[in-house]
């Protein structure tokens, strides 16, 4: 396994779209923290990026790298290999040169002009997001043989969970307003990972002003120490499940 890992990783470290992705984050980050007159300031922008470029990247990179990938998986396969052992190397190689880019052009700028807590949790919370997004990436490629649908679905969760999410939660909060909302807001937060890293990071930053209804709703209602142990627990089951789903469908599925 770790010679195929070793393999795919090294691939994926000198694809082109991979050193764009760094470098797009190297300049991103570091113009953000130079530029800002606050520290704090510069620290949203990064939480920024992680929540709105990382899940896109990672979404659209791994799952079309699985689809780019299918003839020397089918090598693999004729070989006296373990499918699991494969899917494994696979998931090792694709998200790992991705946590390379990640924390090379954004943790490295982060570490060094933010201060310790916020540094931490802004590259914990963005090594997260990028391992949630490629399993979920692998969720989508093994369910859909068809590359064009595959991407487009890949293309459609990141509105989703970007975009359209927030916009849902706002809709319910105006459409129930005079009704007590708190239980069904707290489960569409529990359900969007992205809502959850940016929860853990904005009370990390202690900006509660700058953290929005989501945010301090969760807080009321879990409290601090319960939120931060719920939402990590949340972030490692999107982690762990859509890539236990996508290695039960590889296990069974004729290429």
Known sequence: MKTI???????????KIVIIYF???ALLSWTSLLLED?????????????LFIIPLMSLLYATTYLYNSRDFVVLLLSQPL????IWHSLYAGVAGSLLLAFL????LPVALYCNAGTAAMIVLMGSVVTLVFVSVAFLTAIVSSDKTRGIGAAILLWLLFTIVWDALLMYVLMVFASWPVEKPVMALLMLNPLDQARFQVILKMDVAAMMGYSGAAFKEFLGAAAGVVVSALLLAAWIVVPYLLS???????DL
């Open 5 to 15: 890992a070793k393999t795919i990783f090294l691939d994926n470290v000198k694809s």
């Open 23 to 25: 470098l797009m984050l």
């Open 38 to 50: 606050s520290e704090a300031k510069g620290s949203l922008t990064i939480l920024n990026i992680v």
């Open 82 to 85: 373990r499918r699991g052992r």
């Open 104 to 107: 090379a052009g954004a943790g």
């Open 247 to 253: 290695l039960r469908v590889f296990r069974h599925k």
